[in-house]
């Protein structure tokens, strides 16, 4: 498998409402092609910076799906005009897994799963935080991945979710990026 790591920088102020124009109208129609695995807004490091997980079979898979969606008239013509002028900068890395727990395998499974746009009125994120780590991590991951293209070509981990992310000792000097999930984040 490869998976997917991509960081958009907004310009400040553009988080929230990129995140609610995704949740509320772009979900579905990106869900239905592309295999969403996390989906996060950083609270610490590069602010107004969002990260997003998607997991593929292969790169034949990933070229596929981005087809498909790129098919989706709402998506082009619609979401796309209105949240990428909200966009500063983009970044991607391709990973390979090195580790996974029970928690990402489960999810794993889930990814082709299609999302709703978010109700009205119900939250936007998730009630607890995660954190990733660039570098080497040696503690529990929820997720550590390899670089395979991309920069920087730093090892990535991805921690598990608490209230307080910041309360795990990071050994070695590893400084975590601190994210707030959305709450249709799998992971």
Known sequence: MIHEWRSYRLKPGAAIPYL???ADHGLPFVSRHLPLMGYWLAE???LNTIHHLWSYTDWAEREACRAALAKEDEWVKEFIPRAFPLVEEQQNRML???SGSGLFEKML???R????AREAGSPLFAGEFAAIVNGEFDGETVAAFQPLSGDPSLPLALLSRSPDPLAVEYAGGSCPTVLRPLVFSRL
Do not use: A, N, Y
């Open 20 to 22: 609610e124009l995704l």
């Open 96 to 98: 390979r897994l090195s």
């Open 113 to 116: 799963e299609p999302m709703p």
């Open 109 to 111: 499974v889930k990814r």
């Open 44 to 46: 610490t490091g590069p």
